[in-house]
Each structure stands twice: as structure tokens, then as C-alpha cells.
């Protein structure tokens, strides 16, 4: 079978379960109009085959030159070549982050202008380029990543202590936009890259994982800082509901191909800038193989096109229609079951989550399996769902009443995990914050909130981010202590 | 120890589809063959419309197995009713003999491997097959003990000690493989060396098999 019909294959099975549910809630609790439903089926052909054709697109493009790139430096052997390079990178990967730029555009809008989109896009960059560096260094001196990550999350407690709640939303927000479609396996790749030139097989598989949650914490940490800096800003509730008005408004495809080509361009051609210029200085490819790369960029970018129409055309608006209705059905407990179960099975179905479990798989030799990392990563984002479902049923719960015990446990459980697990889970963090997420099931979660009184929208937006950023590092760290246990060899004692 | 019972067994090479390896290797165990080694592997459809739109990648496994004579036939029949191995593009199999094999915890051969030909370009190739981490180990071992050489291949797999599940998935603790060629005059103290710095006669602790190798062409003497 060639690896575009394996695709196929995996992702209409990936994809198959969403709509299976969505049927059934048509046909028993909240029937669906007609015209939605068409969409919502064109939107999962497209989704089917945009999945396909990216994720080809990326095996044998993306990560081919993400890999190529993280040995070419890595071979250069000189520390300023490396900090340098990680900062050019990491800026250049950030600064055309689609997901980066409806963010600043919605921080521009909310601060009515008193922090400008271009003053949000280049300090977040400029704080995810530093820390790519900083993730760059640690592969290279060894260090242990969970030493790293408890310091950098001490860093973000700190200054949440002095940031508005509203900051403090948007800052976890941008930690899951900037690590979105492209840059997850383009960042994979390069820390694997670097890494697998290293001759300590055991650290180097190890240190193939955890660049993806350290650049997203920069993130975090640049957004507060831009915070101490413009203490004075008030936040209007007025603007803030009504910037989430006009996020779920498009609703025909052919309005949405301008937009989602600009997007698509924008967001490969960074890349691509990379790949020539590369080529010319540095890899200086053969033929054979620099075609198989630029039609990797093809693919990718056919794919792209046809997933996001088909995610922003077909499943926006089906999300904040069942979320709409599910609010002012009777049963809670319905709801927030329902939130649990589709919360299992859009996971499933995010690019960056693909290759995510590719890379493990590659890089583990099939030790741990594609599905293992799956079940969990959908168990986890299934709770995170639930959570934010109940949060916004009732109103005493805070943000941080989930964040603050979250990651308290999962810096501690990171002390004791497998270390591989520990890069996977925190990875798989930002990972799982993808587009899928953030429209199918943003639009739901906006959706209950919309119908709920006492909820604030876009407060509650992105709660559910953060939280979807943070379920996965638990779940998989839990994961890794099962591996751990049910690795071990009967009846022989383990000498290590 | 006579040599005909050491060249009872053979190794099993399976190249199949990706996400068959396990379940073969299951089979395998079923039918008295004690574990395998996977790897990861790539291979080319035919295909000239594919290949010119860079589509022809197939993602394969390879499955190493090494037991005697008698069960890798048995397995190998239950093997090929399974995977449809008959049909075009399911897979396939082979076996190649095996002249010494260590580290299966029931037997204990003598390194004596045997001296057919006077042929002068004899080269045994030594796989030893670990626990992910202590590749480099062995290779330390080796070039100590005269090897000029080796490669380190990463692997999945699991003996007769290693075998649970998690969501009904087998899992397979990672290895590693290092291939190395030597002069048959210089395998035996090699080998020996590997045998006891790994303490591979412990059970858990890997297996070295080695075989005969015809034809080298890039190797130096030191």
C-alpha cells in the first residue's frame, strides 16, 4: 500500500467517529437542519483528504527538511552557530504563524490598540526564538528536561502573580497558537535532527522530545512580560464578547478560499524560504531528492487548503450549533458527557497529533505504538473537555482552581516518569492545542457558554485551550509509568 | 556438542507490511519460537505514476527470528496462512543459516564453529541483540577484542521474559542490534568477550548469533 492510501485509510477512520456522533445527537437530542449537515459531510471529505495529502506532504517534506536542517547545524559543532541558528529559526517559524496572528489581531482589538498585533507578534517570536535556542542548548549539554521545564514553569507561576486574568488567559492561549500546524513537525523534526547525531543512543532518543513545550513556554513567558509592561490597560467586557461574535460568522466555503489561501501561502512559505536557501549553502541535495522535498511542499499545501475549509466550512458551525442546543437541554450530566466523548474523538482526528505519534514511533522503533499514544492523549483531552463543560456550569470555578494543581502534578510527576515520556507528554501539550481544537471544539465550548447566562465567553474560549494543553501531559505521563512497569522482564532481575 | 545440532537452527527474516511485525511475532511465539527482533523499514511500490509524484514510500517491518529447524518451519506455514504471504505485495520470508547461537538460556554450544573451507577471505558477520542503551557497550567490548567495526541498528522486540500488553496492544521493549564483521580466526575471542562482559548467558540479557560470510568487499585489515 502506498503511504497516501495507508493515509486515507487511517484518517477516515480517524474521522469517521466524529461524524458517527454527530449523526446520532441529529437523531436524538439535537436534530440538525439540512443545510449544516451537507456542510458538515463536504467538510469531512475534505478534512479526509486535506489530512492525507498534508500529512504525505510532511513525511516527505516538512520533516525531511527539519531533520536535514537540526544535522547541518548540529555538525557545525560551534555554540555561536547553534544559539544563533535557533534564534533565526525559531523566529522565522513563529513570526508566520497563522494561529499567532488572529491572536495578536484579537489582543490588538480587545486593548483597543494600546498594544498593537505587531508589537504582540514580534515579542512572542522573539520569545519563542530565545527559547528554541535555550532547547537547542539543552539537547546539546544533556541536561534533563524536566529540570529545565520546572524552572521555566516557576518563571511563568511568578509572573502570574502579577498578571490580569485576562493576560493570564490569553498568555496559555498563545502558548497553543504559536505551536500550530506546521511549526509541530518542523520543530519535531529539528530536535530530532540534532539529537540523533548524538552517540548515547538512550539520551538521545530521549532528547528527540520536549522542544515543542519549551518554545511554547516561551510563548507564555513573553505575553506576561509584554503584561508587566502595560499594567495600566483596562479590559472592556463589551469588546471582549464581541470579538468572539465575528470568529464563527463565515459559514459558506467558497467565502472562506481567500482567506484560507492566504493562510495556507503564509504559513509555508517561511519553510520554503528555509528549504532554498538551505539548499544552496548548505544540503546542496540531488535532484532526485530536492523534487521529492519541493513535492512534499506541494502536497502540504493542497492538504492544508483543503482541511482548514474544510474544518472553518463544516465543523465550525455544526460545533456551535450542538453546543448551543446541549446548553439548555435538562440533563448536566448528558452534556458534559457528550463534551467528554467528542473531546476523545476530535483529538484524534488533528494533524499535528498524527505526526506527533509517527515521529514516537519512528523514533522508538514501534516500542510505543501509534494507538497507545493516541488512547491516552484522547482519554486525557476527553477530561479536559468534560472540565471545561462543568467550569462553565457552574461559575464558582476558576481558571486557575484547574491550572495551578494540573501542572503542580505534572512537574512532579515528571521527576519520576520514564524521561522519554516526560518530552512526549509536555510535546503532546502543545500539540493537541490544534486547529481541530481550536474551531470544532471551541465553537461547542463557545456554544454552552453562549447559552448559559452566567458564562463568559471568550473567558471560557480559553480556559478550554489551556486546559486541552494540559490534560495530555498528564495523561501520558501516566502512560509512561504503565510502560514502565509492563516493560520489565519477568523472571530475570532488571540490573540497571 | 556436535556441530550438527548447532546447524539445526536458522534465522527467520520476515519483511512485511508496517503493523504486521507484532502480530507475527505472536504467531511465532505461539509456535515455539522463544522471541524476534523488529525494525523499521522502507521500501519502494513499483509503480512509475507514484514515483513520479514522490508517492512510492511503503512503510515495512522487518522481523528477525532465530530458533531450530523444526519450529521456524511450523511457524513460518502459520506465519504464511496468516499474512497471506502468497499473494503479491503481502510480504516476505526467508531463513539463512545460522552458524552459532548464544544467549537462549536452554542450550550451551561450544564455539567451535566449524572449518569448511581453507578459503582465505572467510568472514563470519556477528549480530548481538540487547537492551537499547548498551549497543555501545558491546561495541566497546568488541573493539577491544580486535573488531575493526560495527553498526548499531535500533530495534524493537521481545523474548520469551518480555510479553504484556497495554490496551490490548502487545509491546515489544526497545533494542538494539550491532552487526559486526570479523575474520572468522578473530570471531571466536570476540564473541567470547561480548559473551561475558554482557553476561548474555544469564536469561534477559540478549543473544549473539553469528553466520557465515562469503564475500566482503571495504573491509581492512588494521
Given at each position: 500500500?502506498?503511504?497516501?492510501?495507508?493515509?486515507?485509510?487511517?484518517?477516515?477512520?480517524?474521522?469517521?467517529?466524529?461524524?458517527?456522533?454527530?449523526?446520532?445527537?441529529?437523531?436524538?437530542?439535537?436534530?440538525?437542519?439540512?443545510?449544516?449537515?451537507?456542510?458538515?459531510?463536504?467538510?469531512?471529505?475534505?478534512?479526509?483528504?486535506?489530512?492525507?495529502?498534508?500529512?504525505?506532504?510532511?513525511?516527505?517534506?516538512i520533516t525531511p527538511l527539519g531533520s536535514l536542517t537540526g544535522s547541518s547545524i548540529a555538525k557545525k559543532n560551534k555554540l555561536w552557530i547553534i544559539l544563533l541558528s535557533g534564534l533565526i529559526l525559531g523566529f522565522?517559524?513563529?513570526?508566520?504563524?497563522?494561529?499567532?496572528?488572529?491572536?495578536?489581531?484579537?489582543?490588538?482589538?480587545?486593548?483597543?490598540?494600546?498594544?498593537?498585533?505587531?508589537?504582540?507578534?514580534?515579542?512572542?517570536?522573539?520569545?519563542?526564538?530565545?527559547?528554541?535556542?535555550?532547547?537547542?542548548?539543552?539537547?546539546?549539554?544533556?541536561?534533563?528536561?524536566?529540570?529545565?521545564?520546572?524552572?521555566?514553569?516557576?518563571?511563568?507561576?511568578?509572573?502570574?502573580?502579577?498578571?490580569?486574568?485576562?493576560?493570564?488567559?490569553?498568555?496559555?492561549?498563545?502558548?497553543?497558537?504559536?505551536?500550530?500546524?506546521?511549526?509541530?513537525?518542523?520543530?519535531?523534526?529539528?530536535?530530532?535532527?540534532?539529537?540523533?547525531?548524538?552517540?548515547?543512543?538512550?539520551?538521545?532518543?530521549?532528547?528527540?522530545?520536549?522542544?515543542?513545550?519549551?518554545?511554547?513556554?516561551?510563548?507564555?513567558?513573553?505575553?506576561?512580560?509584554?503584561?508587566?509592561?502595560?499594567?495600566?490597560?483596562?479590559?472592556?467586557?463589551?469588546?471582549?464578547?464581541?470579538?468572539?461574535?465575528?470568529?464563527?460568522?463565515?459559514?459558506?466555503?467558497?467565502?472562506?478560499?481567500?482567506?484560507?489561501?492566504?493562510?495556507?501561502?503564509?504559513?509555508?512559505?517561511?519553510?520554503?524560504?528555509?528549504?532554498?536557501?538551505?539548499?544552496?549553502?548548505?544540503?546542496?541535495?540531488?535532484?532526485?531528492?530536492?523534487?521529492?522535498?519541493?513535492?512534499?511542499?506541494?502536497?502540504?499545501?493542497?492538504?492544508?487548503?483543503?482541511?482548514?475549509?474544510?474544518?472553518?466550512?463544516?465543523?465550525?458551525?455544526?460545533?456551535?450549533?450542538?453546543?448551543?442546543?446541549?446548553?439548555?437541554?435538562?440533563?448536566?450530566?448528558?452534556?458534559?458527557?457528550?463534551?467528554?466523548?467528542?473531546?476523545?474523538?476530535?483529538?484524534?482526528?488533528?494533524?499535528?497529533?498524527?505526526?506527533?505519534?509517527?515521529?514516537?514511533?519512528?523514533?522508538?522503533?514501534?516500542?510505543?505504538?501509534?494507538?497507545?499514544?493516541?488512547?491516552?492523549?484522547?482519554?486525557?483531552?476527553?477530561?479536559?473537555?468534560?472540565?471545561?463543560?462543568?467550569?462553565?456550569?457552574?461559575?464558582?470555578?476558576?481558571?486557575?482552581?484547574?491550572?495551578?494543581?494540573?501542572?503542580?502534578?505534572?512537574?512532579?510527576?515528571?521527576?519520576?516518569?520514564?524521561?522519554?515520556?516526560?518530552?512526549?507528554?509536555?510535546?503532546?501539550?502543545?500539540?493537541?492545542?490544534?486547529?481541530?481544537?481550536?474551531?470544532?471544539?471551541?465553537?461547542?465550548?463557545?456554544?454552552?457558554?453562549?447559552?448559559?447566562?452566567?458564562?463568559?465567553?471568550?473567558?471560557?474560549?480559553?480556559?478550554?485551550?489551556?486546559?486541552?494543553?494540559?490534560?495530555?501531559?498528564?495523561?501520558?505521563?501516566?502512560?509512561?509509568?504503565?510502560?514502565?512497569?509492563?516493560?520489565?522482564?519477568?523472571?530475570?532481575?532488571?540490573?540497571? | 556438542?556436535?556441530?550438527?545440532?548447532?546447524?539445526?537452527?536458522?534465522?527467520?527474516?520476515?519483511?512485511?507490511?508496517?503493523?504486521?511485525?507484532?502480530?507475527?511475532?505472536?504467531?511465532?511465539?505461539?509456535?515455539?519460537?522463544?522471541?524476534?527482533?523488529?525494525?523499521?523499514?522502507?521500501?519502494?511500490?513499483?509503480?512509475?505514476?507514484?514515483?513520479?509524484?514522490?508517492?512510492?514510500?511503503?512503510?515495512r517491518e522487518v522481523v528477525l527470528m532465530i530458533a531450530n529447524k523444526d519450529n521456524t518451519d511450523k511457524a513460518l506455514k502459520e506465519i504464511e496462512k496468516a499474512l497471506n504471504l502468497k499473494k503479491p505485495n503481502?510480504?516476505?520470508?526467508?531463513?539463512?543459516?545460522?552458524?552459532?547461537?548464544?544467549?537462549?538460556?536452554?542450550?550451551?554450544?561450544?564455539?567451535?564453529?566449524?572449518?569448511?573451507?581453507?578459503?582465505?577471505?572467510?568472514?563470519?558477520?556477528?549480530?548481538?541483540?540487547?537492551?537499547?542503551?548498551?549497543?555501545?557497550?558491546?561495541?566497546?567490548?568488541?573493539?577491544?577484542?580486535?573488531?575493526?567495526?560495527?553498526?548499531?541498528?535500533?530495534?524493537?522486540?521481545?523474548?520469551?521474559?518480555?510479553?504484556?500488553?497495554?490496551?490490548?496492544?502487545?509491546?515489544?521493549?526497545?533494542?538494539?542490534?550491532?552487526?559486526?564483521?570479523?575474520?572468522?580466526?578473530?570471531?571466536?575471542?570476540?564473541?567470547?568477550?561480548?559473551?561475558?562482559?554482557?553476561?548474555?548467558?544469564?536469561?534477559?540479557?540478549?543473544?549473539?548469533?553469528?553466520?557465515?560470510?562469503?564475500?566482503?568487499?571495504?573491509?581492512?585489515?588494521?
Amino acid at each position: 500500500m502506498s503511504i497516501l492510501f495507508q493515509k486515507i485509510k487511517d484518517n477516515l477512520l480517524a474521522v469517521i467517529p466524529i461524524v458517527i456522533i454527530v449523526m446520532i445527537l441529529n437523531f436524538t437530542i439535537t436534530p440538525i437542519e439540512n443545510h449544516m449537515l451537507f456542510n458538515f459531510f463536504i467538510g469531512s471529505l475534505m478534512i479526509i483528504l486535506g489530512l492525507s495529502f498534508f500529512l504525505v506532504g510532511v513525511d516527505i517534506g516538512i520533516t525531511p527538511l527539519g531533520s536535514l536542517t537540526g544535522s547541518s547545524i548540529a555538525k557545525k559543532n560551534k555554540l555561536w552557530i547553534i544559539l544563533l541558528s535557533g534564534l533565526i529559526l525559531g523566529f522565522f517559524i513563529s513570526i508566520a504563524e497563522p494561529g499567532l496572528l488572529v491572536l495578536a489581531n484579537q489582543i490588538d482589538f480587545v486593548t483597543s490598540g494600546i498594544i498593537s498585533s505587531l508589537n504582540i507578534l514580534i515579542v512572542v517570536s522573539v520569545g519563542i526564538a530565545i527559547m528554541i535556542s535555550v532547547g537547542f542548548l539543552r539537547i546539546i549539554f544533556n541536561l534533563p528536561l524536566y529540570k529545565l521545564l520546572i524552572l521555566l514553569y516557576l518563571i511563568i507561576f511568578i509572573l502570574s502573580l502579577f498578571t490580569t486574568p485576562e493576560f493570564l488567559a490569553i498568555a496559555f492561549d498563545a502558548s497553543g497558537a504559536t505551536t500550530g500546524i506546521l511549526a509541530v513537525p518542523f520543530i519535531l523534526a529539528l530536535s530530532v535532527g540534532i539529537s540523533k547525531l548524538k552517540k548515547d543512543s538512550k539520551a538521545s532518543e530521549k532528547n528527540s522530545f520536549g522542544l515543542i513545550a519549551i518554545a511554547s513556554s516561551g510563548a507564555i513567558i513573553a505575553v506576561m512580560i509584554l503584561n508587566l509592561f502595560s499594567k495600566s490597560i483596562n479590559f472592556s467586557e463589551e469588546i471582549v464578547s464581541n470579538s468572539s461574535e465575528n470568529i464563527s460568522s463565515v459559514n459558506s466555503f467558497f467565502e472562506l478560499i481567500p482567506s484560507i489561501l492566504k493562510e495556507s501561502i503564509l504559513s509555508l512559505l517561511p519553510l520554503l524560504i528555509m528549504l532554498l536557501i538551505l539548499q544552496i549553502f548548505s544540503f546542496k541535495l540531488d535532484v532526485r531528492a530536492f523534487r521529492k522535498i519541493i513535492f512534499g511542499f506541494l502536497y502540504s499545501f493542497l492538504g492544508l487548503f483543503l482541511f482548514l475549509a474544510g474544518v472553518n466550512g463544516g465543523f465550525m458551525d455544526v460545533g456551535t450549533f450542538l453546543g448551543e442546543q446541549l446548553s439548555s437541554y435538562d440533563n448536566n450530566f448528558v452534556v458534559i458527557i457528550i463534551g467528554f466523548i467528542l473531546g476523545v474523538f476530535t483529538i484524534i482526528a488533528e494533524p499535528a497529533v498524527y505526526v506527533l505519534t509517527h515521529q514516537i514511533e519512528e523514533i522508538t522503533s514501534g516500542y510505543v505504538k501509534r494507538k497507545a499514544v493516541l488512547t491516552a492523549l484522547s482519554i486525557g483531552v476527553g477530561f479536559a473537555v468534560a472540565l471545561s463543560v462543568i467550569r462553565i456550569m457552574i461559575p464558582g470555578i476558576q481558571l486557575w482552581h484547574y491550572l495551578l494543581p494540573g501542572y503542580v502534578i505534572s512537574l512532579i510527576m515528571s521527576i519520576f516518569s520514564p524521561k522519554l515520556f516526560v518530552g512526549i507528554a509536555f510535546d503532546a501539550g502543545g500539540v493537541a492545542t490544534g486547529p481541530m481544537t481550536a474551531t470544532f471544539i471551541l465553537a461547542f465550548i463557545n456554544g454552552i457558554a453562549s447559552g448559559n447566562e452566567n458564562a463568559n465567553v471568550l473567558i471560557d474560549g480559553f480556559g478550554m485551550i489551556a486546559l486541552v494543553a494540559l490534560a495530555p501531559i498528564i495523561s501520558l505521563q501516566i502512560l509512561g509509568f504503565i510502560f514502565k512497569v509492563k516493560s520489565e522482564k519477568r523472571g530475570v532481575k532488571n540490573n540497571e | 556438542m556436535n556441530n550438527n545440532m548447532i546447524f539445526e537452527y536458522e534465522l527467520v527474516c520476515l519483511i512485511i507490511n508496517f503493523g504486521q511485525a507484532s502480530k507475527s511475532l505472536k504467531i511465532a511465539k505461539n509456535n515455539g519460537i522463544n522471541g524476534g527482533t523488529i525494525l523499521l523499514a522502507r521500501g519502494t511500490a513499483k509503480n512509475t505514476l507514484l514515483e513520479f509524484l514522490g508517492l512510492n514510500d511503503i512503510r515495512r517491518e522487518v522481523v528477525l527470528m532465530i530458533a531450530n529447524k523444526d519450529n521456524t518451519d511450523k511457524a513460518l506455514k502459520e506465519i504464511e496462512k496468516a499474512l497471506n504471504l502468497k499473494k503479491p505485495n503481502h510480504g516476505i520470508a526467508f531463513t539463512i543459516p545460522v552458524s552459532n547461537f548464544l544467549g537462549c538460556g536452554d542450550y550451551d554450544f561450544s564455539l567451535k564453529s566449524e572449518k569448511r573451507s581453507e578459503n582465505k577471505n572467510m568472514f563470519n558477520s556477528v549480530f548481538t541483540i540487547v537492551d537499547k542503551g548498551k549497543g555501545e557497550l558491546v561495541m566497546e567490548v568488541a573493539t577491544q577484542a580486535g573488531a575493526t567495526g560495527g553498526t548499531i541498528i535500533n530495534a524493537r522486540g521481545s523474548g520469551i521474559h518480555e510479553t504484556s500488553k497495554i490496551f490490548n496492544m502487545e509491546i515489544e521493549p526497545e533494542k538494539e542490534i550491532v552487526l559486526i564483521l570479523s575474520k572468522i580466526s578473530e570471531t571466536e575471542k570476540i564473541v567470547t568477550e561480548i559473551r561475558e562482559k554482557m553476561e548474555i548467558d544469564k536469561p534477559g540479557n540478549g543473544i549473539i548469533f553469528v553466520q557465515d560470510v562469503n564475500k566482503t568487499y571495504g573491509l581492512r585489515d588494521k
